[in-house]
Nanobody
Framework: QVHIVQSGGGFMQAGESLTIFCVAS????????IGWYRQAPGRQRELVAA???????LYADSVKGRFTISRDNAKNTVYLQMDSLKPEDTAVYYC?????????????????WGQGTQVTVSS
């Protein structure tokens, strides 16, 4: 069973940068596609970024050019670097491991979610 631990959230000012990450165990991380999602209050969970096993990446239009997803297979870790943060980036961010990256989108694994990390951006 996959165990995912997220870290790195916080309270930020608009324009600042923050990196969040998640560490996965109980899975072959290097052959896992991975996605980052976020959910703001009163809104549906949305895909923010994803990375394939071959390091292909995709981003939501709202974060393109500001966020960067990366992975370190030796550490079973995936990162989401968030630059030029905006108040609308405020949400709980979730890591999903082992879904499917295809057709320029990411389909989450139904049960492999991190516990969530709160990111709050103040103007």
């Amino acid at each position: 069973q996959v165990h995912i631990v997220q870290s790195g959230g916080g309270f930020m000012q608009a324009g600042e940068s923050l990196t969040i990450f998640c560490v996965a165990s109980g899975t072959t991380f290097s052959i896992s596609d991975i996605g980052w999602y976020r959910q703001a209050p009163g809104r549906q969970r949305e895909l923010v970024a994803a990375i394939s096993t071959t390091d292909n990446t995709l981003y939501a239009d709202s974060v393109k050019g500001r966020f960067t997803i990366s992975r370190d297979n030796a550490k079973n870790t995936v990162y989401l670097q968030m630059d030029s943060l905006k108040p609308e980036d405020t949400a709980v961010y979730y890591c999903n491991v082992g879904g499917s990256y295809r057709s320029n989108t990411y389909y989450p694994h139904i049960s492999s979610w991190g516990q969530g990390t709160q990111v709050t951006v103040s103007s």
